[in-house]
């Protein structure tokens, strides 16, 4: 496969799990501020830091409020990564793949596209952000079903999975993240009502508080939040299961190379940090920290991954 075709594919895939993940990060702070009382006095700040978007957003709002923030990560087209503009990357990237993907899957992430290019200020007020953000995540499931089943198990999709799997397991910490950065201002809170309420809101967000009941109880445990979301392999939307699945598709790439490829530096040492701790051992030493080394260690996966296979000389 031509790498420019592999480049396409790998960023046509992560541009639409970065985009859903997005939209996931910005209605787990929307859960949050709605159900418990926000303690700082600029409460949607903590998104901009965990992406390092603060400068790029002070440079064009004044304030950091409600509005400017959704404006940022949904609309505005200055702003590379916002919502709108990850699902235009897509589509760019995916006109080159018409004899790669489907005609469903191609039909379906232009009518996402489409109705991206509608999209005003007023959608926030009517039908307001949890119907906006319901029905986005809807777009996203119907887009991610017809992609499983009506792409061929061949190089295509595992350079799409690749893209998918690498965002999914950098955004869940970053997800994690925007909790640890909501409660930071009042340590003495955790482990009370507040907290656990939002541990609730995060499960939710990442489609797993069902789940989570099935195999825990009713019950809400950090450490078993942090179980699940990072360090469980049958769970679709955790880092350990991403990473798993990242690797699978690697193997298969690398089978198909003209040249044996050895095995991810970057990818091993991941999985050895996975292996070698324990959900109870990362609220202890650092939650933060640990969080940090997975996005980190995603990135380092990223540029071997650009190296290998996508990088045109």
């Not at 089978?255 to 070698?276: I, N, R, Y």
């Amino acid at each position: 496969m031509l790498r420019r075709i592999a480049d396409h594919l790998f960023w046509t895939a992560r541009n639409l799990e970065r985009a859903e993940w997005r939209a996931r990060l910005v209605d787990v702070n929307y859960h949050l501020l709605i159900e418990s009382f926000p303690r700082d006095t600029q409460p949607w700040t903590p998104l901009l830091a965990i992406f390092g978007e603060t400068e790029a957003f002070k440079a064009r709002y004044a304030d950091a409020d409600e509005s400017s923030v959704l404006n940022f990560f949904v609309l505005d087209l200055d702003n590379p990564s916002s919502i709108r503009n990850c699902i235009r990357s897509a589509r760019v990237n995916a006109l080159s793949l018409r004899h790669y993907i489907s005609s469903e899957l191609w039909l379906d992430l232009n009518t996402l596209y489409l109705g991206a290019e509608e999209w005003t200020p007023e959608l926030f007020t009517s039908p307001g952000v949890f119907a906006f953000f319901a029905d986005l995540k809807n777009s996203f499931y119907r887009i991610a079903g017809i992609s499983q089943s009506t792409v061929p198990r061949d190089l295509a999709y595992d350079f799409m999975q690749v893209g998918i799997m690498l965002e999914r397991a950098e955004d869940v910490a970053r997800m994690l993240d925007v909790k640890y950065h909501f409660l930071l201002p009042r340590l003495d809170d955790v482990g009370g009502p507040v907290d656990l309420q939002q541990w609730a809101a995060v499960l939710r967000s990442a489609s797993g508080l069902e789940a989570y009941r099935m195999r825990y109880g009713n019950a809400i445990r950090i450490s078993n939040v942090i179980e699940m979301l990072l360090f469980d392999p049958a769970f679709p939307r955790s880092a350990r299961f991403s990473l798993d699945q990242l690797e699978v598709s690697l193997t298969r790439i690398a089978s198909q190379a003209p040249e044996p490829m050895p095995k991810s530096v970057a990818l091993g040492e991941l999985a050895a940090f996975f292996s070698s701790h324990q959900p109870a051992e990362l609220i202890k030493s650092g939650l933060h920290e640990s969080l940090l080394h997975i996005q980190e260690g995603c990135a380092a996966i990223s540029d071997e991954v650009f190296q290998r296979y996508l990088l045109i000389d």
